[in-house]
């Protein structure tokens, strides 16, 4: 999936004058390509996940994907784009707190192809919260919500998976962990990356830094 | 995603909105059911045609010493006519020659008496006949009876120790008219048409009478001293209390079945107005829940279309589940009107009124019809929330 950004910049920073890489730019992220969008606190990370994912418009200038504009995209064509091409890790996870954590894989539109319910728990496993399987997710931590947020994306069937400060409330060994599975996934969907964070030091491999 | 929408509800509203909508529906079923019903019957016992009714001026001692006049001038009957509570009004056209009536068949024995005869126009006419026409040269002149008439009739041959007749027999019989002028004289055939309940007189067609009048009659005598009136649905006070105001006066029988058929048919109104809101509140009660529901989960269709979800499948989804519980509710209402349509009809027969106990057809179109439109305003109002919640 192919991503081409032409002078974007979000309508609160119109009348200022901002040194970064993506605002007002014309730049462009390669199928495959890894890139860690990095800045500081109110630079517009989350705005900038949120305009790929067409979720907001309250910008100027014109993102394209694979060549066709973000705004001339229909409903069918965003659902499918959301079902299969785009998987996403929020800033605030966007879970179902009602439901249980193996609830919130089972609503998933797909699994990823030769992924099935069990997979998910595995998954849950190797990050140490295999015993949540049934636990609403209303009842979980923060860190521990983050995970399950990490896992319900990998489990979707994508060409890029977008995370918004996925690891912030993960301590070191966990991000590793999650780190690994993203890896893995990435592997083999041979899918792109496009990650924000406040640290710019993320230990994927390949990882392109844009600062914002 | 149905365990998602609607098992954190809360139950109360729910149940509140299920109520409303049965008891919406009930009352809808049995309120269209039962006005089609009354209204077939007022229909075949004339109790919902239209007030006809036949005025004249109050007889007084002034008329009786001619001081005043009991004629009706043709301003008099123009005022009348201009009237908004007035659909029809025209002159009762009396014969000036005389007539005899006499019987003349072997199925009984002669009667003889002498009559005059009326017209009134064929569309106040309470009775419905093909045969309601006569020109010169016809054979057979149409007859319309009042109905009292017969009854005296029947008493007169019960007291004579003979048969008493049939409205058929009636209308088999053969029947002579001598008319006759100050020189002339003429006979013709008759044959009873029909009977009236309305009018009390002995009706003809107005043709006959012009042509009696022309031939037989005296033109000196030829007056307007009775008009017949039709008045407008649910507008019969107003004729009423110009009747008063005006000094004219009716049958006092026929003024109070006015009084009632107007009552009925204001009160039969009334109903259908309710029954008509009926149906938007059943509805809207429940259509205000899916709303409530869509509401109360939009954080849920959100994060459910950004994970990929069509919005068609999350209509699909509200969609079954009310399109369902409608049914149900619906199914539910059917059944007790049922029992209730029983004991209503029970009800109606020990008053004396015995309707038709088939279901009416009404109740089959609004099934339709309200699950028509119940299915479509879920639709809309999930497919609205769908394209709010897109891309938000």
């Known amino acids: 999936m192919h991503f081409k950004f032409q002078q974007l910049c979000p309508h609160v920073f119109q009348d200022q004058e901002i040194e970064s890489e993506v605002w007002n730019k014309n730049f462009e992220i390669s199928t495959n390509e890894r890139v860690l969008v990095h800045a500081i606190s109110g630079k517009g990370k989350t705005s900038f996940m949120y305009y790929l994912l067409g979720l907001r418009d309250d910008y100027t200038g014109e993102i394209y ?3 066709k504009a973000l705004h001339s995209l229909s409903v069918e064509e965003w659902t499918e784009i959301r079902a299969n091409k785009i ?22 539109p797909s699994f990823a192809s030769s992924y099935k319910l069990e997979d998910a728990k595995e998954m849950l496993d190797k990050l140490d919260i295999a015993e949540k399987w049934d636990s609403r997710v209303g009842t979980l931590s ?27 409330h993960l301590d070191s060994q966990n991000t590793q962990k999650c780190i690994g599975l993203m890896e893995k996934r990435l592997e083999e969907e041979q899918a792109g990356l496009i990650l924000s964070a406040l640290d710019s030091k993320q230990e994927f491999s390949g990882l392109k830094t844009i600062h914002l | 995603m149905k365990h998602l929408f609607f098992k954190y509800q809360n139950k109360r509203q729910l149940v509140l909105a299920t109520v409303g909508t049965f008891l919406g529906l009930l009352f809808l079923f049995t309120s269209l059911h039962f006005l089609h019903k009354v209204y077939a019957y007022g229909d075949k016992t004339e109790m919902l045609s239209k007030n006809t009714i036949v005025v004249q001026k109050k007889v007084s001692n002034a008329s009786i010493i001619g001081l005043s006049n009991s004629e009706f001038s043709e301003n008099e009957i123009k005022d009348l006519r201009k009237k908004s509570f ?56 149409p007859i319309i009876m009042p109905r009292d008439f017969l009854m005296m009739l029947n008493n007169f041959l019960s007291i004579s120790n003979i048969p008493q007749l049939s409205d058929d027999l009636v209308l088999d019989l053969k029947i002579n008219l001598k008319i006759k002028g100050q020189m002339r ?11 009236t309940n309305e009018l009390s007189s002995i009706l003809v067609p107005e043709s006959f009478v012009l042509w009696g009048n022309a031939e037989y009659g005296k033109p000196d005598e030829e007056v307007i001293s009775q008009l017949v009136i039709k008045s407008k649905d649910g507008q019969f006070g107003h004729l009423e209390k110009y009747l008063d105001d005006n000094n004219l006066e009716s049958k006092k029988s026929q003024m109070v079945i006015a009084r009632l058929k107007s009552a009925l048919g204001v009160l039969l ?84 009124i015995s309707l038709n106990s088939t279901i009416s057809y009404y109740l089959y179109i609004a099934i339709i019809l309200v699950f028509g439109a119940f299915t479509f305003s879920i639709w809309k109002s999930s497919k609205n929330k769908m394209e709010d919640t897109f891309n938000s």
């Open chain 2, 86 to 141: 007035v659909e029809k009004c025209d002159v009762i056209r009396s014969s000036t020659f005389d007539v005899l009536f006499q019987i003349d068949d072997p199925l009984i024995p002669s009667f003889n008496s002498d009559i005059f005869v009326q017209s009134v126009k064929t569309e106040f006419l309470d009775v419905k006949t093909d045969s309601w026409s006569w020109k010169k040269g016809d054979e057979v002149v």
């Open chain 1, 142 to 168: 923060f860190g521990q919500k983050q995970r399950v947020a990490l896992i319900r994306s990998l489990m979707k069937p994508f060409d890029v998976l977008v995370c918004d400060e996925p690891f912030s």
């Open chain 2, 269 to 352: 109104s009334l109903i259908s107005v309710v029954s008509l809101l009926t149906v938007f509140l059943a509805m809207l009660v429940l259509v205000q829940y899916l709303q409530l529901i869509l509401t109360h989960n939009e954080y849920e269709i959100r994060t459910l279309m950004r994970l990929g979800h069509s919005p068609n499948v999350l209509i699909r989804v509200f969609m079954k589940y009310f399109v369902k519980l409608f049914f149900i509710i619906l199914l539910l209402s059917i059944g007790l009107f049922g029992l209730l349509k029983y004991y209503l009809e029970q009800l109606f027969i020990s008053g004396g």
């Open chain 2, 185 to 195: 004289r003429e006979w013709v055939k008759a044959k009873i048409v029909g009977f």
């Open chain 1, 87 to 108: 998987s996403c890790v929020f800033q605030d996870l966007q879970l179902f707190d009602k439901l249980s954590v193996k609830e919130n894989f089972e609503i998933l």
């Open chain 1, 65 to 67: 994907i694979n060549n």
